[in-house]
């Protein structure tokens, strides 16, 4: 059997989006709160003009990360790995230790459970993800077996 190549799926566009207009109003708030001390301590605009600069770096830093860098997913030969999903439950786990993969609707959202032998649980919710369910969850399933050993009937 074949050995599948690493996969790495990152973060949907939508909750890029939600990602981003969080920074977005964090930065609105920021630049609120240093206007407010620059007018009120008579310090120079330089200090608004360096903290505007700032804040569209990381904004632009942000967006690359998210779209280019940042990983929900990673699955490999030894395991899998989940980030920034908050709620999943256990981040990451070897093949051997997965005892079932299921899929469920949990709060009307469509996942993919992971149970570990010892009961902790990896839910991954494939909305999530920026690839198609049915893509991810074959995926996921030719990484499980052959992490497990398992031959194709």
Same mark, same amino acid.
Request: aromatic share 6%.
């Given at each position: 059997?074949?050995?599948?190549?690493?996969?790495?799926?990152?973060?949907?566009?939508?909750?890029?989006?939600?990602?981003?207009?969080?920074?977005? =109003?964090?930065? %609105?708030?920021?630049?609120?709160?240093?206007? &407010?001390?620059?007018?009120?301590? /008579?310090?120079? *605009?330089? #200090?608004?003009?360096?903290?505007?600069?700032?804040?569209?770096?990381?904004?632009?830093?942000?967006?690359?990360?998210?779209?280019?860098?940042?990983?929900?997913?990673?699955?490999?030969?030894?395991?899998?790995?989940?980030?920034?999903?908050?709620?999943?439950? =256990?981040?990451? %786990?070897?093949?051997?230790?997965?005892?079932? &993969?299921?899929?469920?609707?949990? /709060?009307?959202? *469509?996942? #993919?459970?992971?149970?570990?032998?010892?009961?902790?649980?990896?839910?991954?919710?494939?909305?999530?993800?920026?690839?198609?369910?049915?893509?991810?969850?074959?995926?996921?399933?030719?990484?499980?077996?052959?992490?497990?050993?398992?031959?194709?009937?």
């Amino acid at each position: 059997m074949a050995v599948p190549t690493p996969s790495d799926y990152r973060l949907s566009p939508s909750m890029n989006a939600r990602l981003m207009g969080l920074l977005l =109003v964090v930065l %609105a708030v920021l630049l609120f709160a240093v206007t &407010a001390v620059v007018a009120l301590l /008579h310090l120079p *605009p330089d #200090v608004l003009v360096v903290t505007v600069l700032l804040g569209l770096v990381g904004v632009f830093g942000t967006g690359y990360l998210l779209t280019r860098r940042a990983y929900v997913v990673r699955l490999d030969e030894a395991g899998y790995r989940v980030r920034l999903i908050r709620g999943a439950g =256990v981040s990451g %786990a070897a093949w051997k230790d997965v005892e079932d &993969a299921s899929t469920g609707t949990p /709060h009307g959202i *469509p996942c #993919v459970v992971l149970t570990l032998v010892d009961g902790r649980t990896t839910t991954i919710p494939v909305a999530a993800l920026a690839a198609d369910r049915e893509d991810f969850v074959r995926d996921l399933q030719a990484h499980l077996q052959h992490g497990q050993g398992l031959t194709p009937l």
